[in-house]
């Protein structure tokens, strides 16, 4: 249960993660907070991050509040934590997980430990596997420190006049780590098989259960239909290594179809419209329908005879010509499994 697209293990990059382990306000720099509505604040990771790491939505009441995911960046949910603290008008009551994805599920563990009494949501399928959640937690820690460890000793690499900068942090790394250590992730209080309409207090929310981008997605919706909060079933780039192609299409046709729908929250990237769904639905469309044209192609085959347009349309940075690859043979090796 890991999030298909990684930081890479160089020197830099292990420093970078160990920085991350740090630094107090890395999330808050990384990530926008924007108002949405009166009642809605999305969290929007820096364009850099966004196929690293999850978008978030706060949603607040005139009773309670509610966290749509939480980041895999712990040092990210710390900031968020200390900012929800300081700006939040009524308790956290409930958290959703909108998927068992790494970037979207793990940080719930910090957000537990500081808010004990919020209820943490998940679909039913995911309710049934999560036990196993826990020692994934346990993993990404065991990856921080192997990290640490790392930068440690190809620390002596560094320039002279840096090494005891870099000595600094990677010391609070690890006493963030200890920390991080003695978190657990605790069990979910409530499932979605369905639907489940919440009342935050004159804001009442809708949760609605899936089986799209993986086995076990939920969406919300707020203000009469006005907001959709879709997670990576709406992404504009969605990741289709876990999805159920039948469903999912299905399930964004009929989304891109509802007219009451204004403003659409994704998992990564920045705010869409009900008519950017065509993208993601034309990509999947051409997914599964490239395989069942060419039956006897590998996936290189497969990857090499794909249409050519999708790469120009999504490849628009560095970081998503390194993501589109992967999760176009990603979706190609899922279509082609399940034949």
Known sequence: MTHPFYIPTQLTALLLLSFSLVAPRSAVAATQWQTI???VQFLEQQRA???YDSNQVLIEGDKCALMFDASGDFAAVEATVKQLKSTLKTPLCYLVASHFHDDHLLGMAILQHHFPDAQLIVHQQLATEFSQLQQTYTNKLDSYEKSIELSLQ??????EAQQQHWQNKLNLAKQRLLRWR???LQPPQTYVVDSLTIELGNYPVTINAHQAHTNGDLTLSAENHRIL????VVDWLPYPGHGNFNNWLKILTQLHSDQRIKIILPGHGSVLKRDDLQQ???FLHAIQQHVTNYPEQDLVQLQQSFNQQFAKDYQVDEIARKAYPLFLEAGLKRVKQSK
Do not use: H, I, K, T
């Open 37 to 39: 509505s009166p009642n």
């Open 49 to 51: 991050l966004r196929f």
């Open 154 to 159: 190809r620390l002596a690499q560094q320039p």
């Open 182 to 184: 003695q978190y657990q």
């Open 229 to 232: 909060v879709g997670a990576d």
């Open 280 to 282: 993601p639905l034309n």
